[in-house]
């Protein structure tokens, strides 16, 4: 499982792709940073005058934290989709399934890979955060519960990429499957704001982030997670060893 | 629980069968394949071949029949049974993206080959495969010959006692393929070995023992010796028994 983690990893890195996103989620997330970061202290004077007021976590960590969902789920897409599909076009699938490991290693050993690389995208995030401490102290709670909420989505998102790249021998076609359907879960969401409540809005994987957002963590929330990454696992697996059986 | 063991013979396939939906590709081929013995598996196009190949290593489930490794089921305990061979499918299995040196520690790393004893396992198959100085090249920059070199190279990386080859010397020029069968005949030595092959003149200085199919069916079997014997060619023994069955279907 870590052998092929490992060389996930090792081939994401040859290549120029991973270099370009984790560049541009840093120039996206910088961005947006400094863009909140000049809100705040431009609002600052006010919020002083406020009995309670909402420190920089809040204002600044916490959105910036939405917006690195929003960048995971965009780079989702490009990264999973080579995962299985790309294998099976190079004819590789057939190298992995000969050697002697279970299909449950080779699934589990692809989300990991694609997780770890995640891992990157949330650390440059929270490096963002904690350059914060220069000005001010943080809400470590509130950054913990976010950390913890960004991880458990990109996780999802990962699980989700994996599956549908196991539908297709196109890695273009896993690609415009996982965008679509993360776009809708991400549709989901916004559409059903309003009308707080009702069964779509707990399908929507962004709906359970906020709460993580906020400095929530609800064991309901931790559920919906794990069910969702466990599902598209265990789907993932069915899938291939599926091939086998039927061919 | 009984482990790997030579007093059985190294692939033993007992009726296999399979089917695709309502097309039958594989009507009840039996397999056997000796100690240091080469096996030449031949047929046309489309009869069943790759399709046995794909299951003897378990890629594909059988839908009827069974499968020993050195007398260990591939159906019930997967993981021991693929120890024991190495696979080189039709289209090398490469990574483009990976250098030989990194490629080849991956697949010892697959095939459980002790950490420590991997560096030597990588220089016998580059020794042994003629990829001595190629070790940090891209494997997406070789030539076609030295891909299936790297290809034979990950097949034999855990030192397995059953190497499977399917077209092992497809699409090389003739220069490379005596390298590779030169090579094969090497491994065959202490090895069992099966391969599949159209060239029938690789089957007659390579194998000891042939088994041609054609339709999902076993439709001739038997040693190279005695066909030598007897005066008659592989290729004679093939269109007959080929042909035969086609005017019958």
Partial sequence: MLTIAEKELKILFCSPLAW????????????????????????????????????VTETIVAPLFLVAAIVLLTATPLLSARLIAEERRNQTLTFLISAPISITDIVLGKFWGLVIFFCAII?????????????GPLDFGLLLSNIAGLCLIAASFAALGLYISCLSAQPAAAGAGALGILLSLWAMDSVTAESTGGIVRHLSLLAHYANFNRGVIDSFDLAYFAIFIVTFLLLSIRRLDRERLHG | MTAFTKTK???????????FGRRVAVRDIDLELGYGEILGFLGPNGAGKSTVM???????????????IGGIDLVDRPEEAKKHFGYLPEMAPLYRELT??????????????????????LNRVMKGCGLGDSGNR?????????QQR????????????????????GGLDPNQIREIRALIRELGDNRSVIISTHIMAEVESLCDRVQIVNDGRTVFAGRIAMLKQQGISVEEVFVRSTMNSESQA
């Fill in chain 2, 100 to 121: 030989v040196t990194e490629y080849l520690r991956f697949a010892a790393r697959l095939h459980r080959v002790n950490t420590s004893r991997i560096p030597f396992a």
């Fill in chain 2, 54 to 68: 794909r299951m003897l290593t378990g890629n594909l489930a059988p839908s009827a029949g069974s499968i020993e």
């Fill in chain 2, 9 to 19: 013979p190294a692939i033993l396939a007992r009726g296999l069968c399979r089917h």
């Fill in chain 1, 123 to 135: 650390v440059q995030v929270v490096a963002l955060s904690v350059s914060l401490l220069l000005g």
């Fill in chain 1, 20 to 55: 370009v996103i984790l560049a541009l989620a840093q120039v996206v997330l910088a961005w947006v940073f400094l863009a909140y970061l000049d809100t705040f202290l431009q609002i600052q004077p006010q919020l002083v005058k406020i009995a309670n007021p909402p420190g």
């Fill in chain 2, 150 to 169: 790297v290809g034979i190279a990950q097949a034999i990386i855990h030192d397995p006692e059953v190497i499977i080859l399917d077209e092992p010397t």
């Fill in chain 2, 138 to 146: 891209l494997i997406g920059l070789l030539s076609k010959g030295y």
